[in-house]
């Protein structure tokens, strides 16, 4: 286990910070009780953590709501996502809009009910003006499809792509890439997460659930980035010159 020794003044904080909320169906069902109940739990931790993240200075946050893959989850489960989205995502995300955070859904919102597209939607135009901070929130979303989708898009326009040119195609468009990737759940994987965007991003996996994934165990997770260094292919001699 990583012991953070870092003072906070010491601490180098990710300019991005994708997290994959992975375990609350787990957490829920140790506990005897039913996956929705650990949804509203992630949900509760996700939002605490958020802040946390805003606090400490970093400037975006990707979060990993609900994949392509998730969709063929049973009916019910999915009711109960939906239903959160429902009770609450207006009042927070209205909260981080007063706070100058900007709001934005990845993915392929379209095959999510209409009243939760709405809802998505206003909290995306409420806060488009604003700059500096952003939430990225990924719904119906897999790293593949939006690759596809942005190798359509250049067909379409029938222009020869180089990477800079490819990266404005893909919903991130306006966002940095991820310096640090955080992983709740105990799984190694990304699980068609920003595989584009996540090229040298560096990894961060907890075997804790996520909703007992603590605003300590945030600062522990940039005290470990903050100890890694970035080379980007250039050898320890180049970075120092």
Not at 227 to 239: A, P, W, Y
Request: hydrophobic fraction near 35%.
């Amino acid at each position: 286990m990583f012991r953070n020794t870092l003072k906070k003044d010491q601490l180098r904080i990710p300019r991005h910070i994708a997290i994959i909320m992975d375990g609350n169906g787990r957490w829920a069902k140790k506990r005897l009780m039913p996956r929705s109940y650990g949804h509203q739990n992630g949900f509760n931790r996700m939002i605490g953590l958020l802040e946390h993240a805003f606090e400490m200075g970093v400037e975006y946050v990707t979060v990993y709501a609900l994949s392509t893959e998730n969709l063929k989850r049973p009916q019910e489960e999915l009711e109960g996502l939906y239903n959160i989205v429902r009770k609450h995502f207006t009042e927070y995300m209205k909260k981080f809009g007063e706070k100058g955070v900007r709001v934005r859904a990845i993915g392929d919102i379209t095959l999510l009910p209409q009243d939760v597209q709405d809802l998505i939607q206003k909290a995306e135009a409420d806060t488009a003006h604003h700059t500096g901070k952003g939430l990225n929130i990924a719904l119906c979303y897999g790293a593949r499809a939006e690759i596809v989708r942005a190798v359509n898009q250049a067909v379409k326009e029938g222009k020869e792509v180089t990477e800079e040119s490819f990266s404005r195609l893909l919903y991130t468009a306006e966002v940095p890439e991820p310096d640090l990737l955080i992983r709740t759940g105990k799984e190694l994987r990304l699980s068609n997460f920003l595989l584009y965007q996540s090229a040298y991003t560096e990894f961060y996996f907890s075997d804790k659930m996520f909703p007992e994934f603590s605003n300590k165990d945030l600062e522990r997770a940039i005290a470990d980035f903050s100890t890694r260094t970035r080379r980007f292919g250039k050898t320890d001699e180049q970075l120092s010159n």
